[in-house]
């Protein structure tokens, strides 16, 4: 099964760009890389999703690598309202997103 | 109200009660979801119906009962829960396409706490 492998934490200053990077190697040909966040106790919220090229919406872009072995979430001005758990999933079964434990990302002052 | 709405957002109950946790999409998806998120643990998916039929179930205790009465409405029926099922029960829903990706919206949540 297609695995991810996020670190554990991060710190971003504010106004900078927050780049989220995502390992996973064993991603099949049609399997999209989906990325979600979770503000403390809330339920969590959808970023964006990619199979194969980059993708851009209002909240980040999600930039693939070639062989999509790996890919990076880059939100462009990290805000206070940024501080969340980030998810790196890969779509597994038909409605299975196996969620890992995330990357805490901190952004400061 | 648009999204998904799930209530009641914070549930405290004996391990002899039976109780309920509902949700309403009001999004046209055709999939919903139960999620369980105990603390320091990943989410768990319980429950998946699809167009009103149970397509998964990934093994969980029968003291848990899901209820999908039509696409937009679910409820998690709740009877001699642990203490360990203490938990955020998260519920979602997705328009599942034959191909492509499949974006899930998620409710608040519901804080469960089993005393």
């Known amino acids: 099964d297609a695995k991810t492998t996020q670190p554990t934490s991060m710190d971003c200053a504010e106004g900078r760009a927050a780049n989220l990077p995502c390992n996973h190697s064993t991603i099949s040909g049609n399997e999209y890389v989906y990325w979600y966040r979770q503000i403390h106790s809330q339920g969590p919220q959808y970023i964006i999703h990619g199979l194969k090229n980059n993708e851009t919406n209002e909240m980040a872009s999600l930039i693939i690598t070639e062989d999509r072995k790996s890919s990076t979430l880059i939100l462009p001005h990290a805000t206070l309202r940024d501080t969340a758990v980030y998810y790196c999933i890969v779509r597994v079964l038909s409605y299975q997103l196996i969620w890992g434990a995330g990357t805490k990302l901190i952004i400061k002052p | 109200e648009t999204g998904v709405t799930q209530t009641p957002r914070h549930l405290v109950m004996g391990m002899t009660n039976k109780k309920s946790l509902k949700c309403e999409q009001h999004l046209g998806h055709n999939a919903m979801y139960w999620y369980k998120q105990s603390a320091k643990k990943p989410l768990e998916l319980m429950f998946v119906y699809n167009f009103k039929e149970q397509t998964e179930n990934n093994s969980v205790p029968s003291r848990f009962s899901p209820e999908c009465p039509n696409s937009s409405h679910l409820f998690l029926h709740l009877h001699t829960l642990q203490p360990e099922d203490s938990a955020l029960y998260l519920c979602?829903?997705?328009?599942?396409?034959?191909?492509?990706?499949?974006?899930?919206?998620f409710g608040a949540g519901s804080r469960l706490t089993v005393l």
């Open positions: 979602a829903s997705s328009q599942v396409a034959l191909s492509g990706a499949n974006v899930l919206t």
